[in-house]
């Protein structure tokens, strides 16, 4: 099994975009090499290079959390609307650089 992030940014290199991304990424898991992932200490870098394979014009992404046992009621702390704002910034930027 591939690691997700290294997909994407190989991806990004070959400069693929889709239409629609579903992310059901692990709260916690090991590498081959014993690293530690950690769903709460990469979330940020994975979305700013996800939504970066985003087709300019017509795109979805679904980002399930569950296996953290978030709520929708995660989205009122600050930390977490910092970094959805910052994802929507980040691909508002994109698409108008185009």
Not at 27 to 44: M, V
Not at 57 to 73: A, D, P, R
Request: charged share 30%; no cysteine; proline share 4%.
């Amino acid at each position: 099994m591939e690691d997700a992030l290294k997909f994407v940014k190989r991806e990004l290199k070959r400069g693929k975009k889709y239409n629609g991304i579903i992310l059901d990424p692990p709260a916690f898991g090991h590498g081959p090499n014993g690293e530690k992932w950690k769903l709460e200490d990469h979330i940020q870098e994975m979305m700013q290079e996800v939504v970066q394979l985003l087709d300019e014009k017509e795109h979805f992404l679904i980002l399930n959390t569950y296996s953290l046992g978030f709520s929708s009621v995660i989205m009122q702390l600050k930390p977490v609307r910092d970094d959805v704002e910052f994802v929507h910034q980040k691909v508002e930027t994109n698409y108008q650089q185009k």
